[in-house]
């Protein structure tokens, strides 16, 4: 159960920020994984090509994750200006 204090409560920040420490781990570690499987391919097969795909995808995707980041920290900060502001009506 989360403790209602007039400071304000981080708890629930707390899963997200693991959350999203986690995913990041998991990416990283995945595209390690597929970058290995990829290498070991011969070179002009379609399984190749597909993995050279998926590689390239997602570090397009990676390179987004700063942005994302900044979204979600100003969605917080507005979050918690706003509860501010209710309570003090």
Known sequence: MLKNNKKGNFDLLQGAFISFVVIGVVAVVGLQVMGDVATGLPAGS????ASADVLTGMAGLA????????VIGLVVLLAFILLIAQRRN
């Open 63 to 70: 390179s987004k994750i700063p942005i994302i980041a900044t």
């Open 46 to 49: 379609f399984e190749a090509n």
